[in-house]
């Protein structure tokens, strides 16, 4: 709803603040219940830009099954706080909460009631068929383009920082990666064993990545066929080649800025356009088709 910039200032045309949303009605679903994404993305230098993509994640589940005829918001809403809260107090409909439970531990099993680790979503997905290397490639082009719109006014180089990032992703029912929201600060509290397989991990990789400790193995196979291994399970997603890294340099010593970054937003969509064959150089495995089961919780 519109709302006056300033409570005391009569409402005009000039001073509202407007938030435009679409609402997705065609979420994919599993056994009939919304979800969604949280994706971690590590950012250890704005000048010049360099992005790495967690390999891991957490996957979200509303707890009653998806309908167009009715808002509720149990229905509709990821939050695990909204659904976690109502469970633990016993205030869900029970025969809803035992159908779901149902349900989704038939498929995706070793989770927290709505919470799942996202490899054992994608390992579900991929077992029904779902080409999950094509849908991770097109969420790490979303993310690039995302962020680099930040390199319009580059910080100061001699600053030394990093920001962790929580981005959250909705598919469509034909896996199209949709960009809900990105967290600055996302949550790392511990509130159940997911958190704890997905988040001690975590951090664990982004002190090595940057306290510049040498390179630990990873964990998993990595999600993407382009990107390179960093550490742990971070990806360097950006820079993606030469190109892209010469160009981010040059952004950063100030050398035409509008037009390296319009450049960079070129090289970026021919770059996950291209088939594998021409991705090189590839510095991390494929995550495959048969990928170890200790992608599951």
């Not at 790392?188 to 704890?196: A, Q, V």
Request: overall charge negative; charged content about 25%.
């Amino acid at each position: 709803m519109p709302t006056p910039t300033e409570p005391t200032d009569p409402p005009t045309e000039d001073n509202f603040l407007l938030v435009i949303q679409e609402y997705i009605t065609n979420p994919h679903l599993i056994g009939g219940y919304k979800h969604d994404m949280r994706i971690y993305v590590l950012v250890t230098s704005f000048s010049p830009l360099t992005i790495h993509l967690y390999n891991d994640g957490l996957s979200r589940f509303c707890s009653e099954k998806f309908t167009l005829n009715d808002f509720s918001y149990l229905k509709h809403l990821t939050n695990t706080s909204i659904h976690h809260k109502l469970w633990r107090k016993g205030k869900l409909n029970q025969s809803e909460e035992k159908e779901f439970t149902h349900t989704i531990d038939n498929v995706i099993p070793y989770g927290d009631f709505t919470k799942r680790r996202l490899r054992s979503l994608l390992a579900y997905m991929r077992d029904s068929g779902v080409d999950i290397i094509e849908v991770w490639n097109r969420i790490q082009k979303t993310i690039i383009l995302t962020l680099l719109p930040l390199l319009k006014e580059p910080p100061d180089p001699t600053l030394k920082c990093f920001e962790l990032l929580g981005f959250d992703f909705l598919l469509t029912d034909k896996l199209d990666p949709i960009l809900l929201e990105v967290n600055m600060g996302p949550s790392l509290e511990i509130e159940c064993d997911t958190d704890m397989a997905v988040k001690f991990p975590l951090v664990t990789d982004i002190f090595s990545l940057i306290s510049n400790e040498p390179t630990i193995p990873a964990r998993f196979p990595s999600l993407s066929d382009r990107s390179r291994q960093s550490t742990g399970d971070f990806d360097q997603i950006f820079p993606f080649n030469r190109k892209s890294e010469e160009l981010a340099e040059a952004i950063s010593k100030g050398v035409r800025v509008p037009e390296n970054i319009y450049l960079l937003v070129k090289e970026t969509s021919a770059f996950y356009s291209l088939p594998l064959k021409d991705t090189t150089p590839l510095m991390s495995n494929p995550f495959g088709m048969n990928p170890p089961r200790e992608i599951e919780l």
